[in-house]
């Protein structure tokens, strides 16, 4: 008994173990629509994870420059078709973010999961600094609108179950409180 125990055991390691460690490994970006961009004396290759573009719609933003962007400083800032600066990471000010690696494509700077909240036209100011001066170029991005039914009916019928529940719960709690059961107001 205790042999085949310890040999289940051997097993199941031995098949976890690669599976733990492909576990580590990161997915790369699914690019689907690439624009280029004239920052000064630089060329901005601004991939994107999906297109059409729609508000409200999480995807990666990559953008790489022709040299790569070792020895490059770049700030990005968003601004929405109102006129808003959208704000992607904690460290993002109103005059921008600086670009950092993405975690899931070092090579390349990145925005991870980010959805661009309102639909119409945005612009994505650059700055670039490196070795052949400095650069400031504009990328203008239609947005859709977003995908699917109105916010508000959906959360309505999200919250459907809940209204079933509700006077349902209502309705047992009444049945069953202590003070309708004889035995509780009975002095035997």
Do not use: C
């Amino acid at each position: 008994m205790y042999k085949r125990i310890l040999f289940a055991t051997i097993v199941l390691l031995a098949v976890a173990t690669p599976a733990s460690a492909q576990g580590t490994a990161t997915e790369p970006i699914d690019i689907v629509h690439t624009e280029l961009t004239a920052v000064g004396p630089y060329q901005v290759r601004t991939s994107f994870s999906r297109w059409p573009l729609r508000s409200e719609r999480s995807l990666d933003f990559l953008f790489e420059t022709e040299q790569g962007i070792t020895g490059l400083k770049a700030t990005l800032k968003p601004i929405a078709p109102n006129g808003d600066v959208l704000r992607p990471q904690q460290q993002s000010t109103a005059n921008g973010t600086e670009l950092a690696r993405h975690p899931r494509a070092l090579d390349q700077w990145g925005l991870d999961i980010v959805a661009l909240n309102q639909p119409g036209v945005w612009r994505f100011e650059f700055a670039l600094d490196g070795p052949n001066g400095p650069g400031t170029g504009v990328l203008e991005v239609p947005v859709g609108s977003r995908p699917g039914p109105p916010g508000a009916l959906a959360w309505a019928i999200g919250l459907l179950p809940l209204a079933a529940v509700v006077p349902l719960g209502g309705y047992l709690w009444w049945r069953t409180r202590p003070g309708r059961r004889r035995d509780t107001w009975q002095w035997t």
